[in-house]
């Protein structure tokens, strides 16, 4: 399911000519859950859970603030998410998730920085997430609060959920 909720998503994209949105987080982590989904497996289920968990009230909250909607957008973000909360009650989620997630980040940031122009400002690769710039005018010091806000967050949903959804051997 959640590979034909990205697929519809990832076509819209592409047919709108923003082939550098496949790169936001949520993006990537409906690729790595139906991978994880696809061979049972909790080390790529887990990162993406995160991923989701965190980036779909933020798409939410910017979706209301800017207004700026993809009609695939929220069956896309709603049901990734509801498939990812599925498959961590199905198979667990590794201890080690929140590094990955934390890691799979900066690996998927700089290649946002390399590979789509800064207009676009993919994973806040480029500059401070809009309105924010009044109160942390840095985007180093941004994404560094961001980074540690972002690891702080996955370390303790994790340390919950791992009490709750035990990894399946």
């Excluded at 980040?105 to 590979?115: I, K, M, P, V, Y």
Aim: hydrophobic share 55%; aromatic share 12%.
């Amino acid at each position: 399911m959640v590979l034909a909720l990205l697929l519809v998503h990832a076509a819209n994209h592409l047919r709108r000519g923003e082939a550098h949105d496949l790169l936001w987080f949520c993006n990537v982590a409906g690729v790595l859950l139906a991978a994880g989904c696809l061979t049972r497996s909790a080390l790529l289920v887990g990162p993406a859970f995160l991923w989701l968990a965190v980036g779909t009230p933020l798409w939410a909250v910017d979706a209301l603030v800017t207004g700026d909607l993809l009609l695939t957008s929220p069956p896309y973000h709603l049901g990734a998410l509801g498939v990812a909360v599925l498959a961590v009650r199905r198979l667990g989620i590794p201890k080690r998730s929140w590094y990955l997630a934390a890691a799979g980040g900066l690996l998927f940031t700089g290649l946002a920085r390399l590979l789509t122009p800064a207009r676009y400002n993919v994973n806040f690769a480029f500059s401070t997430w809009p309105g924010w710039e009044r109160l942390i005018p840095s985007h180093a010091l941004f994404y560094a609060l961001l980074g540690l806000v972002t690891c702080a967050t996955f370390f303790g949903m994790v340390q919950g959920l791992t009490r709750v959804f035990p990894e399946q051997h």
